[in-house]
């Protein structure tokens, strides 16, 4: 099965010509490009991303979470402190996200520090989402052992309720994290397998920008 598989399959993929020196000198300005593009190409789901973390001894994990943002602050994404990704960044404040639009060959890499967001910040982020965010997000105990799907049906229930009656609830462990990126890299497919891979790197003095091997 997996060598019937093909990866950009024409008639599913658009391999587009990437010209690294057309980039602009920042990678944001790059990124916010390449996401309206995938959005634009159809891509599902071009706003979810695989986000990993190092626990205490460096062992990596990683799991996908959604973007909520991309500005001049960083990458955000939320989630709780008390889960396992949110204990991984209190012990490491380091990650790393991925992007891959399939629909267009692109791959994008993100690495750098993360902080939390002041706590009103983070409801109010949560706040401004929907019922079942909220509702999700009070049902807590995120990455904890569950003992049954009735215990998780029975809280999320009543959390269901509490988010509809009260729009504003808090949920105290979620939170709003930043990565700051001090490299981004963008990965454009090629038929050829010509890959073309452009990495900026921060510098005291803004963005540098280099190639590298595919
Ligand atoms: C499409 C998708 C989007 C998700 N978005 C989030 C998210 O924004 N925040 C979050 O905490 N978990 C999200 N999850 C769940 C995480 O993948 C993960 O199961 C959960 O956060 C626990 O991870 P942890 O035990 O490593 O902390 C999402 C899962 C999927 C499949």
Same mark, same amino acid.
């Given at each position: 099965m997996l060598r019937s598989l093909r990866v950009w399959a024409p008639g599913v993929t658009e391999l587009r010509p990437f010209d690294p020196d057309k980039a /602009? *000198? +920042?990678p944001l300005h790059l990124f916010t490009t390449w996401f309206a593009e995938a959005v634009e190409a159809g891509q /599902? @789901? *071009?706003?979810t991303m695989s986000l990993a973390t190092t626990d205490a001894d460096g062992r990596p994990d990683a799991r996908i979470v959604m973007l909520h943002g991309a500005d001049a602050d960083g990458w955000s994404f939320a989630s709780h402190a008390t889960s396992r990704k949110g204990r991984d960044l209190t012990a490491r404040p380091y990650a790393a996200l991925v992007f891959y639009w399939p629909v267009l060959g692109r791959q994008v890499r993100v690495r750098g520090t993360v902080a939390a967001a002041p706590s009103p910040e983070s409801q109010a982020d949560l706040h401004a989402r929907s019922t079942g965010a909220l509702a999700a997000a009070l049902t807590?105990?995120? %990455?904890e052992e569950l003992a049954s799907l009735e215990e998780l049906r029975e809280v999320s229930l009543a959390a269901w309720e509490r988010a509809r009656d009260n #729009? +504003? @609830? #808090? %949920? *105290?462990?979620w939170t709003l994290y930043r990565l700051r990126p001090d490299a981004v890299e963008f990965f454009q497919g090629e038929p050829e397998r010509r890959h073309v891979r452009l990495e900026y790197r921060r510098t005291e003095f803004g963005w540098s920008r280099r190639l590298l091997w595919p």
């Open positions: /602009p *000198p +920042a /599902p @789901e *071009p706003h807590g105990r995120q %990455s #729009p +504003a @609830e #808090p %949920s *105290p462990t």
